[in-house]
Nanobody
Framework: QVQLAESGGGLVQTGGSLRLSCAASGRTFSTYTMAWFRQAPGKEREFVAG???????????LYTDSVKGRFTISRDNVKNTVYLQMNSLKPEDTAVYYC????????????????WGQGTQVTVSS
């Protein structure tokens, strides 16, 4: 099981940008499918973006519709880190953001992921 630690959250105004990072332990990071989820107060945790290993489909990515064109997921297998670049942020993006790891295809269900970070808070003010 891989250990995950998110960072980069904070308070930003509407229209601003943040970059989240998720550092992973272990030497098998490159083989994991990585994903970002978020959970707003009173809501269920939801899928945001995912990225497959670069060796599989060149690092195929998947985004939930509400963030397409604004968020970009990427990975650095040398640094064992996955990133989420968030641009044009909106108040509805306010949530705790979690990174997660699994194997295989990108799945949008939380139950498919067996490793989770502790989360980082993102707050977008209007």
């Amino acid at each position: 099981q891989v250990q995950l630690a998110e960072s980069g959250g904070g308070l930003v105004q509407t229209g601003g940008s943040l970059r989240l990072s998720c550092a992973a332990s272990g030497r098998t990071f490159s083989t994991y499918t990585m994903a970002w989820f978020r959970q707003a107060p009173g809501k269920e945790r939801e899928f945001v973006a995912g990225i497959r290993p670069i060796s599989w489909s060149g690092g195929e990515t998947l985004y939930t519709d509400s963030v397409k064109g604004r968020f970009t997921i990427s990975r650095d297998n040398v640094k064992n880190t996955v990133y989420l670049q968030m641009n044009s942020l909106k108040p509805e993006d306010t949530a705790v953001y979690y990174c997660a790891a699994s194997f295989g295809t990108i799945v949008t269900l939380t139950g498919a992921y067996n490793s989770w970070g502790q989360g980082t808070q993102v707050t977008v003010s209007s």
